[in-house]
C-alpha cells in the first residue's frame, strides 16, 4: 500500500524512502477527500516512480487535478538539470502542447442567448472536429515545415489573427528550437491534413458566460469587465502530429535507457540525458510539435471570429473577440529556477499542468506584468471553468505551474458504462446548454460525473498558493470533438 503522510490542508508527501531507488519525494496537492479516492488509483504509484529520473530536483509533484497516465500522471510536474538530468516523453505525454485559449468579447448573455443554435452550428461547419478530422487549410510539405519551425506567427502572417493574438500567448506562440529535420516522415504525412481541426476525446469549443469576478483589476486586464459577459474557450492540441513524434521518440528513448543504464521501475518512464543526441532531438521535434498546436489554434481562434461575424453580421472588430491567454499543458521547457539558493538551468515537464508565472516574471508581457500570467483551468461541459493568475508561491514550490482542469474520475470505458451520450445530452439540454458533436455516443466519455469537480481543484490550488482566482464562467454551448 502507498506510504503517504499529511503534511498540511492540501500536501500530501510519498517520502523518498518508500521505494528504493526513489532520489526525492513526492508532493501531491489534494484535498481529503480526492485522496480518499486517490489511495485507489495508481497514480499515486506514478508519482513515486518519477522520483527515479536521474537529476530531478525539488519533488516529483502532483496537482490536485492528478489521475492516472502514460508515465508520469496526468497533474505530475517534475524539473530536472539540464546538465545531469534527463527528458522523458512521458513526461510530456501524446499531446504535445495540448492547451486551452480563452477569447473575451463586447456580447452579452442576452445577446447570444436568441443565437447559440447559429452560432454554433456555424462553428462546427467552420472548425472540423472528431476522430480524424482534416483542416480546411490545405498545406505543403514545404509549408509545414516553415509552419514547425515558426509556430503561430507563421498563422498571423497570413492573416489568420493579429500581433496582439501573439502578445497574448505563451512564447508569442512560438518555440524556439523547434528542428523540423528531427521529425518523422510519418509525423508529417499525420500532420499535414489536420492542421487547423478541433479533433476528438476531451477537445472542445465552449461559448461560456461569466458568472463571478472574483479580482476586479486581474479581471479588468484581461479585457473581462462584468458578470454575464460572454467568453469563448478553446481547447486543443498537436492531434496525430504529435502523438507521432511522441511515439517515435520512445521507440528511441527506449533504447537509450539501456545504453546509459537507467534504472527505472516502468518502461513507460523511457527517457535519455538533456543533453544527448537523443534528449535534443526529442525536444527540437516537441518543440515542432509545440509549435504546430499554437498554428493550430491560431487557425481555429480566426474561424471562430469569422463565425461570430457571420453569425451577427458585423465585421469582426465590432464583436471585440480579444485573446485573453493562450497557455500549453503539455510540454517540457528549458527554464531557470533557484535550487537550493542557486540559479540552476532545468528541464522542466508538465503534464496535464500549466505554468503560472508571478507579477513581474520577466516571461510574461508588459499586458500582464503586474498581475501575473493569467492560467486557464476548464471544468467539464457541465459545470464552470476558472481563469486564475500565476503566483509567487508557485515558483518557489513547483517551479511556477499549477492545475490544467478538473481531472478525470473515471476512465472513457467506464464512463460509457455508467451513463449513455443521449442522457448527457438530454441533461444538457434541460439545463439550456447546448452541445454539438458528430459522435453523440461519445459524449458519455465527458459527463460530468467522469470528472473531479473543477471548483475543488482550484480550492486546492489557490489554497496551496499555486494559483489566485479571477473569474468564474459556465457553459452555455459546448462542440465536443
Not at 412 to 436: C, E, F, M, N, P
Request: some cysteine; aromatic content about 6%.
Amino acid at each position: 500500500m502507498i506510504q503517504i503522510r499529511k503534511l498540511d490542508q492540501y500536501r500530501w508527501e510519498i517520502p523518498a524512502t518508500y521505494k528504493t531507488g526513489m532520489r526525492v519525494s513526492g508532493i501531491v496537492y489534494a484535498s481529503d477527500s480526492m485522496m480518499e479516492v486517490l489511495r485507489q488509483d495508481q497514480s499515486l504509484e506514478q508519482v513515486a516512480n518519477v522520483a527515479f529520473l536521474p537529476g530531478i530536483v525539488g519533488h516529483s509533484m502532483a496537482m490536485p487535478d492528478i489521475h492516472w497516465g502514460y508515465g508520469f500522471p496526468i497533474g505530475g510536474v517534475a524539473a530536472t538539470t539540464v546538465e545531469h538530468g534527463v527528458v522523458s516523453p512521458g513526461g510530456v505525454g501524446y499531446d504535445i502542447n495540448c492547451g486551452v485559449r480563452l477569447l473575451r468579447s463586447d456580447l452579452t448573455e442576452e445577446d447570444v442567448r436568441p443565437l447559440l443554435s447559429p452560432l454554433i452550428e456555424t462553428m462546427f461547419r467552420n472548425v472540423p472536429s472528431g476522430v480524424g478530422s482534416k483542416g480546411r487549410f490545405k498545406l505543403s510539405e514545404k509549408e509545414l515545415l516553415l509552419l514547425l519551425a515558426t509556430g503561430a506567427p507563421w498563422a498571423v502572417n497570413r492573416g489568420f489573427g493579429t500581433m496582439d493574438d501573439l502578445e497574448a500567448t505563451e512564447d508569442g506562440g512560438y518555440m524556439a528550437g523547434a528542428e523540423p529535420d528531427a521529425v518523422s516522415q510519418r509525423a508529417l504525412t499525420r500532420g499535414l491534413p489536420q492542421m487547423g481541426s478541433l479533433g476528438s476525446g476531451n477537445h472542445f469549443m465552449e461559448i461560456q458566460v461569466v458568472r463571478d469576478i472574483f479580482a476586479k483589476t486581474a479581471a479588468a486586464a484581461m479585457g473581462i469587465e462584468q458578470t454575464g459577459q460572454i467568453l469563448i474557450l478553446i481547447h486543443t492540441g498537436s492531434r496525430g502530429f504529435g502523438h507521432q513524434v511522441c511515439t517515435d521518440a520512445l521507440r528511441v528513448m527506449e533504447r537509450a535507457v539501456s545504453r546509459n543504464e537507467i534504472a527505472l521501475p516502468d518502461r513507460q518512464l523511457a527517457c535519455a540525458p538533456v543533453k544527448s543526441p537523443e534528449g535534443l532531438a526529442y525536444l527540437s521535434a516537441m518543440r515542432s510539435a509545440a509549435n504546430y498546436a499554437w498554428c493550430n489554434r491560431q487557425f481555429i481562434t480566426h474561424w471562430v471570429r469569422e463565425s461570430f461575424a457571420e453569425v451577427f453580421g458585423v465585421p469582426q472588430d465590432r464583436l471585440a473577440l480579444r485573446q485573453v491567454y493562450d497557455i500549453a499543458h503539455n510540454i517540457a521547457k528549458l527554464e531557470t529556477h533557484e535550487v537550493d539558493g542557486t540559479q540552476v538551468p532545468l528541464c522542466v515537464h508538465r503534464k496535464g499542468a500549466t505554468r503560472a508565472f508571478p507579477p513581474g516574471h520577466p516571461d510574461i508581457g508588459p499586458r500582464y506584468k503586474s498581475i501575473g500570467q493569467p492560467v486557464l483551468i476548464p471544468g467539464d461541459m457541465g459545470r464552470c471553468s476558472y481563469v486564475a493568475v500565476g503566483t509567487s508561491t508557485a515558483m518557489d514550490t513547483t517551479f511556477g505551474s499549477t492545475c490544467h482542469g478538473a481531472g478525470r474520475l473515471l476512465s472513457r470505458g467506464t464512463a460509457r458504462k455508467s451513463i449513455t451520450g443521449q442522457q448527457v445530452a438530454a441533461d444538457l439540454q434541460k439545463r439550456s446548454i447546448y452541445v454539438r458533436t458528430a459522435d453523440i455516443p461519445a459524449l458519455a466519455e465527458e459527463a460530468s460525473l467522469a470528472y473531479k469537480d473543477v471548483s475543488e481543484v482550484v480550492q486546492v490550488a489557490e489554497g496551496a498558493g499555486l494559483c489566485r482566482k479571477v473569474v468564474r464562467a459556465e457553459p452555455l454551448a459546448i462542440i465536443k470533438g
